[in-house]
């Protein structure tokens, strides 16, 4: 049997290749002691996208000699993540590239030499990460703790509980990500005011501008008490010493296949279950992954960087990165996730792949992407949407060993249709040659949204609606909504600029329309199938 340890993959080492497993290539002794004494990344976000993407790409700069140290994980929130998944593995993780081919490629990641937790009852990790932000040597930390991680606030703009706490308390002791982050940064501004780059990995617009509010919120708060002087402020705010740039990434590293896990086993590696923390989080030794991945990054670094360009990473500048964001989340890939989830859940699937192989949810897609977004995509330029979207629709989507679910997708959509469907409504308006009233797909979609908002799927039967801050607002504007109804406050739900990105779809001709199609899916059972198959042919 195999096991996914240091000695494991040492001891073995004929026997992972018989397997199919490519092994690290470098001395990682030599790597691990390099980085105890002169760390230059320490990453936040001890999950999936980071061990099966960002970990892997810094693991073939160390196979071809690119950089002799690796990467510190940190974690913040989930810290079983360290206890059941890095320290009994020896911070390793086993990369399972899933090709739609069916083809499995298995790479054993080492490029992460510690794991480590901010857990204020653990001080020598506490410690550790202190004496890793003293260091001169330290060019950047980055992140992937998702778009709650960075947010200070509830929906009523006052603090959370936790904040408000860390606020009174200083930076001594914190508990939530950016206030642990922002005393890490007050310990190094303390020691010497080294300049370094803080990099937001999370799939979420302008994330480095929001990272940077929340760290320089959290100082200034700080300063308010006392804790800190303005000099640290200023500190941070200097772009000579700390920069926050932009990223855009894509890689879906769904929860771990069971697929994958028998695979793994029948190849004699063992100890590989699933594992559910108390926090939900869904993982295990390996990451299950799809092929295609991208990472774009504001090249805006302070003090030095890795060369991740040579592991297929772009370094650019702020409008390529922000282009290349508007384009994925925009038009070619986003809006087509948001609308097969909600159509997928109220249709009965599990399975994005599967709902690729239904000819009408395929041409949907193919209708809200080719037809009505790319007419007003923004064109990046190194990154060819067309050929993207393509890519989205025949592979990524299309892939049956991705299991990635509608019903995780349709989590917080009410967050998300004001982006991935207001702002190509918007670029309709703006053009001349356009006229937003010709969309036919988009407002497909939101009126599909609508109908899903009642939790009752296209037999008539109920089911669970995915978590959404506004689901109890959503819900109430259509309490009492039966199949067969042909009046109802939906309007409550059209007319919400504040969920459209400003967009009055009233005033642009669309409010009505996409209430008819409501109304068409409400009909009765099979009534959704009927209106998505009327619309897109």
Not at 33 to 57: C, L, M, S
Not at 336 to 347: E, F, I, Q
Not at 379 to 404: H, M, Q, S, T
Not at 460 to 486: I, W, Y
Request: with cysteine; aromatic share 8%; proline share 5%.
């Amino acid at each position: 049997m195999l096991r996914l340890t240091k000695e494991g993959i040492t001891k073995d080492t004929a026997a992972w290749e018989k397997a199919g497993v490519e092994l690290p290539q470098f001395n990682v002794e030599e790597v691990q002691q390099n980085t105890k004494e002169n760390p230059e990344w320490v990453h936040f976000g001890a999950g999936n996208i980071f061990r099966g993407f960002v970990a892997n790409a810094h693991q073939k700069l160390l196979n071809e000699k690119h950089a002799n140290t690796g990467i510190v994980a940190a974690e913040t929130f989930d810290f079983e993540m360290i206890d059941k998944v890095y320290e009994p593995y020896d911070n390793l993780t086993l990369l399972v590239t899933m090709k739609a081919n069916g083809e499995f490629e298995k790479t054993v990641v080492n490029s992460i030499v510690e794991g480590i937790t901010a857990d204020q009852n653990r001080p020598a990790h506490v410690n550790r990460l202190v004496e890793i932000f003293e260091n001169p040597s330290l060019q950047m930390a980055s992140f992937t703790i998702t778009e709650k991680g960075y947010s200070l606030t509830d929906p009523t703009g006052k603090y959370l509980g936790i904040v408000e706490k860390d606020i009174e308390n200083g930076p001594e002791s914190p508990i939530h990500a950016m206030s642990v982050v922002t005393g890490l940064a007050y310990r190094r501004y303390k020691k010497g005011q080294y300049p370094m780059t803080f990099v937001s990995m999370d799939n979420c617009s302008h994330n480095g501008d929001i990272l940077k509010k929340s760290v320089l919120t959290m100082a200034k708060e700080w300063q308010k008490q006392g804790f800190v002087e303005e000099g640290f402020v200023s500190y941070l705010e200097d772009e000579s010493k700390i920069t926050f740039p932009l990223s855009m990434i894509d890689k879906i590293t769904p929860r771990p296949s069971e697929t994958v896990k028998k695979s793994l086993e029948e190849l004699g590696i063992e100890d590989m279950e699933v594992i559910v923390t108390s926090k939900n989080t869904y993982t295990a030794p390996f990451v299950n992954a799809e092929v295609s991945e991208y990472l774009v990054i504001e090249d805006k670094f302070t003090n030095g960087k890795p060369a991740l360009d040579k592991a297929g990473i772009i370094f650019t500048d702020r409008d390529t990165v922000n282009n290349i964001e508007t384009m994925k989340v925009t038009t070619c890939l986003n809006p087509l996730h948001t609308a097969l989830a909600v159509s997928g859940c109220l249709l009965g699937y599990t399975l994005i792949a599967d709902e690729m192989k239904d000819p009408t949810l395929k041409k949907l897609v193919e209708k809200i992407g080719y037809d009505e977004g790319l007419e007003v995509v923004v064109d990046p330029g190194i990154i060819n949407p067309k050929e993207f979207l393509d890519e989205v629709v025949n592979e990524r989507f299309a892939n049956p060993y991705i299991p990635d679910a509608p019903q995780r997708i349709a989590t917080d959509t009410s967050q998300k249709v004001g982006i991935r469907f207001g702002e190509t409504i918007k670029s309709y308006v703006k053009r001349e040659d356009l006229n937003p009233e010709s969309l036919t797909a988009i407002p497909l979609a939101i009126a599909t949204w609508c109908r899903y908002l009642l939790g009752v799927d296209d037999e008539g039967n109920e089911f669970t609606l995915s978590p959404d801050p506004l689901l109890e607002t959503l819900q109430a504007s259509l309490e009492g909504v039966k199949l067969g109804d042909t009046s109802s406050n939906v309007k409550d739900i059209l007319s919400r600029e504040s969920i459209f990105g400003g967009v009055n779809l009233y005033e642009i001709g669309l409010g009505e329309k996409i209430e008819g199609m409501f109304y068409e899916m409400l009909a009765g059972p099979g009534a959704v199938r009927k209106t998505l198959e009327k619309y897109v042919g």
